[in-house]
């Protein structure tokens, strides 16, 4: 988690801007702001979720008797026996369908330390 910091114009009303990046959620040290003039800006760099599915597909793939036969024409005719039959069972179910979503995002802690939800880019502002 990559810190860096921007020193501001002397009129400008922004004294800090610290940015960086969390790769995962965990706290992270910053400079030490006034958290009464400043503020923390999240932005998501991923989401969580997810759904369980099953399957499956037993059965016997029987080849049929017959072929093609070529008349004395040249013309190739496929025989009615020639397709193979399939016996079996094909399942689906839905199995644990708790979806769910999430953006991440970053928090003050106290005025050294900001956490951070999950991965995303990060900025703190602190003004006059």
Do not use: H
């Amino acid at each position: 988690m990559g810190i860096a910091t921007i020193p501001a114009a002397s009129a400008s009303p922004i004294k800090s801007i610290q940015r960086g990046y969390a790769a995962s959620a965990g706290n992270i040290t910053i400079s030490s702001v006034n958290t009464a003039k400043a503020f923390v800006r999240g932005f998501s760099d991923g989401s969580a979720g997810s759904a369980g599915a099953t399957g499956t597909d037993s059965g016997t793939l029987t080849p049929a008797g017959g072929g093609i036969a070529a008349p004395d024409l040249g013309a190739v005719r496929l025989q009615s026996s020639s397709f193979p039959t399939y016996s079996g069972t094909r399942t689906f179910s839905a199995g644990s369908t708790d979806l769910t979503s999430s953006e991440f995002n970053v928090y003050f802690t106290n005025s050294t330390t900001i956490t951070a939800t999950g991965a995303c880019y990060w900025e703190v502002v602190e003004y006059n």
